[in-house]
């Protein structure tokens, strides 16, 4: 017995760790929107990006748990060649990131944890081409939790299908949520979860990255029905909808409403009969048994689905962060 099989539809919540602190955009939105009290939040007391502690107790007052994705970006100095230090799209890619060495992220790790979150990994820029990058990310963000890291989704849902999955495979990720879109939402890739390989690997798509949203700041309902629609269309349809909520994104100052926005989001679909977790915890849960374990012998050869997996998935998608 399957939570689908109990449930109308799955809800799974997950928020990708990008930049947990406000420095160098405290300094582009002083000088973008001519607000210099941006630069107060350099203040070392001042962490409006530090959201984590209000994502955990609003998901505990809704009685839920989420998944967080880890970064472990490339340091532009340390680890890219001199010539790219002087390009300024490698200045947002690669600085004021975090380390995994910083202790306030390693006692967050340990927090979430213990607390019943998800820790998966947010497989940097370039990884999704370079399966030893992918290795050394998931043994880090491991050795940081002191356990197994089950999936997570590429930075910018960089992805090249399906040779990423392949890679996210080999090194012993059993699931991805980058199949998606930064700027669309809905349904497009399916309402299931699918097995690119037919075997125990899946691939939750991306149904809704709260950037997408039209409207948040000025008409709020406008961004609310447009999710209110979503949650019925999973309803009608049995489906696994998985949502992206960044941590910044919960700073009210700097983002209004999405925070609230979630809460609702959250609340609806728990009032629609819905499972609401973490896709660790619903990975857990489904049948691994393959076609090839279910088929009589005689099919089990056929493969279930004759297209290639370039008609399958379409072309490489990237988004945004
Ligand atoms: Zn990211």
């Known amino acids: 017995?399957?939570?689908?099989?109990?449930?109308?539809?799955?809800?799974?919540?997950?928020?990708?760790?990008?930049?947990?602190?406000?420095?160098?955009?405290?300094?582009?939105?002083?000088?973008?929107?001519?607000?210099?009290?941006?630069?107060?939040?350099?203040?070392?007391?001042?962490?409006?990006?530090?959201?984590f502690e209000d994502i955990m107790r609003m998901e505990e007052d809704l009685g839920v748990r989420s998944a967080f994705y880890f970064l472990n970006e490339q340091h532009l100095f340390h680890d890219r060649p001199p010539r790219e230090w002087v390009?300024?799209?490698?200045?947002?890619?690669?600085?004021?990131?975090?380390?995994?060495?910083?202790?306030?992220?390693?006692?967050?790790?340990?927090r979430l944890d213990d607390g019943g979150w998800e820790v998966g990994l947010h497989g940097s820029y370039g990884s999704y081409r370079d399966?030893?990058?992918?290795?050394?990310?998931?043994?880090?963000?491991?050795?940081?939790?002191?356990?197994?890291?089950?999936?997570?989704?590429?930075?910018?849902?960089?992805?090249?299908?399906?040779?990423?999955?392949?890679?996210?495979?080999?090194?012993?990720?059993?699931?991805?949520?980058?199949?998606?879109?930064?700027?669309?939402?809905?349904?497009q890739h399916g309402y299931d979860?699918?097995?690119?390989?037919?075997?125990?690997?899946?691939?939750?798509?991306?149904?809704?990255?709260?950037?997408?949203?039209?409207?948040?700041?000025?008409?709020?309902?406008?961004?609310?029905d447009e999710c209110e629609r979503l949650l019925a269309d999973a309803r009608d349809n049995g489906a696994v909808m998985t949502v992206l909520w960044h941590p910044c994104y919960f700073s009210d100052r700097d983002f209004p409403n999405y925070g609230g926005l979630y809460r609702r989001l959250v609340e609806r679909a728990l009032d629609m009969g819905a499972w609401v977790g973490p896709p660790g915890d619903l990975y857990r849960d489904l049948d691994h048994a393959t076609a090839a374990d279910r088929e009589p012998a005689s099919t089990a050869a056929a493969p279930p689905d004759a297209r290639s997996d370039e008609e399958r998935f379409g072309a490489q998608a990237t988004g945004q962060d």
């Open 1 to 51: 017995m399957s939570v689908l099989d109990e449930h109308s539809f799955a809800l799974c919540l997950t928020h990708d760790v990008d930049r947990p602190y406000k420095t160098y955009q405290s300094l582009y939105y002083a000088v973008r929107d001519r607000r210099p009290g941006h630069l107060l939040d350099l203040l070392p007391w001042r962490e409006p990006f530090w959201t």
């Open 131 to 187: 399966r030893g990058r992918l290795a050394f990310e998931r043994e880090r963000l491991e050795s940081v939790l002191g356990g197994r890291v089950l999936g997570g989704r590429q930075h910018h849902l960089n992805l090249d299908r399906p040779q990423t999955w392949r890679y996210q495979a080999d090194v012993g990720l059993r699931y991805d949520t980058s199949l998606g879109s930064s700027d669309g939402y809905g349904f």
């Open 193 to 224: 979860p699918i097995r690119p390989f037919d075997d125990e690997f899946v691939v939750f798509p991306l149904t809704l990255m709260e950037a997408a949203l039209p409207a948040v700041r000025s008409a709020p309902e406008r961004a609310w």
């Open 87 to 110: 390009r300024p799209e490698n200045w947002m890619l690669y600085l004021g990131r975090y380390s995994l060495d910083d202790p306030d992220i390693r006692a967050l790790v340990r």
